[in-house]
């Protein structure tokens, strides 16, 4: 959508404007069938007097009434004698012209309305807000009818009727959308050189709330058609003219239904509902073109995990606490290459242990991170790869049994400045829910004790359990999470970015307390940063990642002193380091390739300052560095590799 | 700010819309032509004392309000009148003390009549709502939790067919075909029927309702089925459902004790702008099965031009509506701690 509206924004003829739209809006199917069928009845009402076989009103035969239909009046006569699908086809006319007339003053109104609310605030805000309300509130229908009633029914006066009171929804929408645009940078640039107000409304504002208008008028139009045909169902119609309503309300006043004349009955309402529905549908289609939803979350389940090796293959036993071997994973969208999200990643953590998972944003970290425990969205899939915990494979469990292992067994603490707690149920309450989701036999009336005693852990005072997670500051929600992460006795926590938007006292306070935690209840965990500097104190191994693949996995003294991969090496030059206060910094140019574009050889090589023609075209595999598990994926350190590594020359000192 | 002054704020906007309602209600009488009070007095066949003595009767020689005597046709008067003597006054006294008037057609107090209707009015739509809304929430649950799968197209597209059916159209539908069924076409009970044991009493009045019912809630289950859907798969993709997954919570704990709650608040929003609409739909669904309720009071006033019943009826539908949407703004304080500190 931010791509059509800057195309359509630059190109400023409207053809141009139509074509970006529609270009976009022909994706969406319903959109489409909703189009063709508005069309079809508009043409049908254009062209009345070609289709109608017979005159409007023009009565066949006063003995014909309420003829079923046959070959002459396909849609049966009426209870005068005419053709109802004559009267049909004509009363698509009348139908359609109020709706459209009525709609039109409605959303002029609310539009208005809603802008001059929406753009001078202050008193007119407050005034015509406080009226919509009102208006909002009073029962529409009811009240036209009390108006037409008092009044002439004449088509006129029914156009205004439904048009006058029609406005409110929309002068609610306008008004919120104007006051988004408002605050959008280019409208308080143009307010600060100075442009009018007519100029900002007209040029700036105007603009960015039409779509919105026109989603709106849609719904505005079909409640108009909706209002008019049960306005003169019920005999507030004009009755020198025949619209569907009237229509109806001709055949159920005069007998149809005790003349079992079903068809007088079901035409007239079947053309209100094809119009509706077209409108609707169109609508939908319009919405999708605006405001593009995935439709996608979390209780969707993700594609199923396959391996690559044969059926019949013997896993590899694990010996270790959680051992991931091989794992590759994909996003898979219907129409589109895979992106290979994660490839080949492997590592294994023991007890008491302390994984740093390193790399830019967009690496695969959390990806790889939600794979262990199944988690992955429903695009997501394990294409390959196993993983181990405790002896047992996670990835040929079923959600039953996997979630008999989540939070009593590997844990998760989400970043808390999203909105990882529900904000409807108190701290307390969550925390307790995991406890009676997991052992079960634990007394009930034991559990706020419990609860406390987590809290206490990571240093949150007992009177807060009660609170709601707006009642916490952000560190104390991050805190609550660790917290609940604690509460089944879990041997593996996950830590998944818990620092990233906290300030850096709280940042080193987190980072102590899980260190503590670690000494004190033999956790192990994988803490995952973006920032090398964050580990370097407390971690035993780190798997650095970069776009998906392992860059470099060692024994932190190893990464710290003899790194090989020049991700690695890019990165520690980027944290300060306190024992050499004089060293510049540097950032590393550029960003982590897109999962969707990946490039063909190496994936870091666009980046990389010791890239050669090799990196370009083949994607170094994973190399094995001397005894200790180190392993590093850069053709630099193939064994017998004598390309040095001068421009990049690891540190010696740590 | 705390809960009671959230409320009493409520409150305080909600007497306030029912006084503009009144104002209304009065003045369009007054304003717009075809009243028959006083279309009737201007008849040329009745004596001059005949005409004072209908004034009299109706209020009607006295000022409307201040400054004005008429005001279709707008005659200016004196502004030095007792306001508590001229009819806008004596109309907001008299609506006070429940007096809304009475019928021209049954010669009976408004006010009567429309207390034995209020309450049919309010179990058809009772029962319409809590099917619908049932309904509605199940199957926009069951479309979330499905998302993008052929059950989910299936629900949306019957949820916004629905959406799209005239209510009165399809209660034609349905009492065509409820007629070659057996069910009964018109009213609440069958005559007679008063003499018998009050169980079949009921088993009767069920009987009635039915299609009324049944029209009722196919025409709101498709609302509330697509904003269900929607709000449901907004709170799906949230984080804390995320945690919650990881918390190793089953599919249905989570829709439960995480989702729910969450999901209700847009649509607990709907049902209360939708009271409005509600009322729309109950009027049609009364005219074609002849339920005694309000909506059909409109309608046959309407048709007998019984403007004292007509505009009592549009009072009582209005003032209830907004009591309506009033309760449904103190559930939504209920349901969202958040509320209480904004």
Known sequence: ?654 | MNRTRIILRKVAWSVFTIFFVIILNFFLFRVLPGDAARAGIRDPRLKKEAVEMLRVRFGLDKPVINCFESLNPIELGSCNVNPLDTQFFIYVRNLLQGELGVSYHTNRPVAEILSERLWNTVLLIGAGQIFSIILGMALGVFAAWKARTYLDYGAVATSLIAWSLPTFWLGIILLFWGSSNGFPLAGKATPGMSSMPLLQQWGDIARHMFLPTLTYTIVYMGEYTLIMRSSLVDVLSEDYILTAKAKGLSAFQILKDHALRNAMLPLVTVIAINLGFTVAGAIQIEAVFSWPGLGSAIFEAVERRDFPMLQGAFLLIAVAVIIANFLADLTYTWLDPRVQVE
């Open chain 1, 1 to 654: 959508m931010q791509a059509t509206l800057q195309t359509s924004e630059q190109n400023n003829s409207l053809a141009a404007r139509l074509l970006v739209f529609w270009r976009v809006f022909k994706k969406s199917r319903t959109g489409v069938i909703g189009l063709g069928m508005l069309v079809f009845m508009i043409l049908v009402a254009i062209f009345a007097p070609l289709i109608a076989p017979y005159g409007r009103l023009e009565t066949i035969s006063v003995s014909d009434i309420y003829r079923p239909p046959n070959a002459l009046h396909i849609f049966g006569t009426d209870d005068a004698g005419q053709d109802v699908f004559s009267n049909f086809v004509y009363g698509a006319r009348i139908s359609l012209t109020v709706g459209f007339f009525a709609a039109f003053i409605s959303i002029i109104i609310g539009g208005i309305f809603g802008l001059v609310a929406g753009f001078f605030g202050g008193r007119w805000e407050n005034f015509l807000m406080r009226f919509t309300d009102i208006m909002l509130v009073i029962p529409d229908l009811p009240l036209m009818v009390v108006i037409v009633a008092l009044t002439k029914p004449s088509l006129l006066n029914i156009i205004f009727v439904i048009g006058l009171l029609g406005w409110t929804t929309t002068a609610r929408v306008v008004r919120s959308q104007t006051l988004a645009v408002k605050s959008r940078k280019f409208v308080l640039r143009a307010r600060a050189i100075g442009a009018g107000r007519g100029h900002i409304v007209s040029r700036h504002i105007l603009p960015m709330v039409m779509p919105i208008l026109v989603v709106q008028a849609v719904l505005v139009i079909s409640l108009a058609i909706l209002n008019e045909s049960a306005l003169a169902f019920l005999g507030l119609g004009d009755p020198t003219t025949l619209s569907w309503g009237q229509m109806l309300n001709y055949a159920f006043g005069r007998g149809a239904m005790s003349a079992g004349a079903w068809w007088a009955l079901v035409f007239p309402g079947f053309g209100v509902v094809w119009v509706v529905l077209g409108l609707t549908l169109f609508g939908q289609g319009l919405e999708q073109v605006l405001n593009p939803r995935l439709d996608t979350h979390h209780l969707m389940p993700s594609r199923p995990n396959v391996r690559k090796e044969a059926a019949n293959a013997k896993p590899i036993p694990s010996q270790a606490l959680l051992e991931v071997q091989n794992l590759s994973i994909h996003y898979v969208n219907e129409g589109q290459l895979p992106a290979r999200a994660v490839e080949n990643v492997s590592f294994s953590l023991n007890e008491g242990e302390l994984l740093g998972l390193v790399g830019e944003s967009g690496c695969g970290k959390t990806t790889l991170m939600l794979a262990l425990l199944q988690l992955l969205p429903s695009a997501g899939q394990i294409v390959d790869g196993r993983v181990f915990f405790k002896g047992v494979d996670l990835t040929a469990l079923n959600e039953e049994e996997m979630n008999k292992i989540r939070w009593s067994g590997i844990s998760i603490v989400f970043q808390g400045a999203m909105n990882a707690l529900n904000p409807v149920r108190t701290v307390g309450d969550q925390i307790a829910e995991a406890i009676i989701r997991h052992i079960p036999t634990y007394p009930r009336e034991a559990i706020p004790a419990r609860v406390t005693e987590l809290l206490d852990l990571v240093g949150i005072a007992a009177d807060h359990r009660d609170h709601f997670p707006h009642q916490y500051s952000g560190g104390m929600r991050q805190r609550a999470l660790i917290a609940m992460a604690l509460a089944c006795n879990p041997q593996v926590i996950i830590a998944d970015e818990p620092t990233t938007a906290l300030d850096v006292m709280i940042q080193a306070q987190i980072l102590e307390l899980l260190d503590s935690l670690r000494k004190k209840l033999g956790l192990a965990i994988v803490f995952v940063t973006h920032d090398l500097g964050v580990v370097a104190e407390m971690c035993d191994k780190v798997l650095v990642m970069y776009g998906g693949v392992t860059a470099e996995y060692a024994d932190v003294d190893v990464i710290y002193n003899d790194a090989k991969h020049p991700y690695t090496v890019e990165l520690l030059k980027a944290f300060p380091d306190l024992t050499k206060p004089k060293k510049k910094l540097s950032s590393i140019p550029g960003y982590p390739p897109r999962l969707d574009a990946l490039p063909a050889g190496c994936r870091f090589a666009p980046r990389c300052p010791a890239a050669f023609d090799r990196c370009h075209t083949q994607q170094p595999s994973l190399h094995r560095i001397g005894t200790h598990g180190h392993i590093a994926s850069c053709h630099l350190a193939e064994v017998g590799s004598t390309v040095p590594l001068r421009r990049i020359a690891p540190r010696t000192q740590k």
